[in-house]
């Protein structure tokens, strides 16, 4: 802990001395910001690369399914969902170079397959998925050909080209000599921090321009459109997984106080019977409970050229208890 202050006290004075040289020779400062942008370009390729493809990736996903909505562009979901890229691929930079590849194409391929699947969902449901849907997945494989042939369109593919390029840069940059030089591990530790806490940052400045409705609607993973649309796909993604995981985590660490209230509750209960005019109504006889599941009761009643379109169940109200609502 007293090393991650000390990191931090590290950037607050360095903020504060690029402040006074702004002031005392802005020109100078904005070419040396130039030649370290250049420098960072050229020594964080694959890490840029991968950057850079999940986040058009996400962009590509509101604008091909939400392609009515007009501010599929806006800046606020790609800064969500590029804190969100920016944190997972921040660890990347504790692996050695040559192998980084190992860590980065498998969180682009997850991210692709986020970004082709909801937009697979989408296309049937108006909707983006959800992550207690891969329960479901079970009953998919009897009707796999019929998924392929009716659902997957060819929209859906086009976001497997971020792999691929990550694939072909990878390879360049190997046949090039890229990673023969190593970084020695205080300097992968001092990159994966940097990384990481521009994202915080990145991330707090997407939080500032959030409004209470925003929040709201976002806590309560309502309209999931909306979500989407105001706070991006990756971020919609992470806190549908935790309010899917929520109810089976509280149940799990919940049950003993559930239970005890449970318990308190019939033991403090007064059985006091109730006589009304219903008392004993159908003692001694047969008892046939009908529990419509999504059915109205317009029909019933309703007659179509002098005749009842539900005969039976007319009669069966009219004998028994017949509650509508």
């Not at 399914?65 to 969902?81: G, Q, R």
């Amino acid at each position: 802990m007293k090393k991650v202050k000390a990191k931090i006290e590290q950037i607050r004075k360095k903020i504060v001395t690029f402040g006074k040289e702004v002031k005392k020779d802005p020109k100078m400062v904005m070419r040396k910001m130039g030649t370290g942008l250049n420098n960072y370009r050229k020594n964080n390729v694959l890490f840029l690369t991968y950057v850079f493809v999940c986040v058009v990736n996400s962009t590509l996903l509101r604008f091909l399914t939400m392609h009515t909505v007009e501010n599929y562009l806006s800046i606020k979901p790609i800064i969500a969902d590029l804190s969100i890229v920016l944190l997972v691929g921040a660890f990347g930079y504790l692996v050695k170079p040559k192998k980084r590849i190992y860590y980065y194409m498998p969180a682009t391929i997850v991210f692709t397959a986020i970004c082709l699947i909801n937009s697979v969902y989408y296309t049937f449901y108006t909707s983006f998925a959800s992550i207690s849907m891969l329960s479901l997945t079970q009953f998919i494989a009897p009707v796999g050909d019929a998924v392929v042939e009716n659902v997957i369109q060819i929209k859906d593919l086009t976001y497997l080209w971020a792999p691929v390029v990550l694939g072909i840069v990878n390879f360049r940059l190997k046949k090039s000599g890229y990673y023969l030089k190593d970084e020695g591990k205080e300097k992968r530790k001092r990159k994966a921090f940097k990384t990481l806490v521009f994202a915080a940052i990145t991330f707090c400045l997407f939080c500032m321009s959030l409004s209470a409705l925003d929040i709201g609607r976002f806590m309560k993973q309502w309209n999931r459109e909306y979500i989407v649309m105001k706070f991006g796909i990756y971020t919609y993604q992470v806190n549908d997984c935790i309010k899917s995981v929520e109810p089976k985590i509280s149940s799990m660490f919940g049950y003993d106080n559930a239970m005890k209230k449970f318990h308190e509750y019939f033991q403090d209960a007064k059985d006091t019977p109730v006589t009304n005019q219903y008392t004993n109504l159908f003692k001694g006889k047969n008892i046939i409970a009908i529990h419509a599941e999504s059915m109205q009761t317009f029909a019933m009643g309703l007659k179509f050229n002098g005749q009842e379109v539900t005969p039976t169940l007319n009669r069966l109200a009219s004998e028994g208890m017949f509650f509508s609502n």
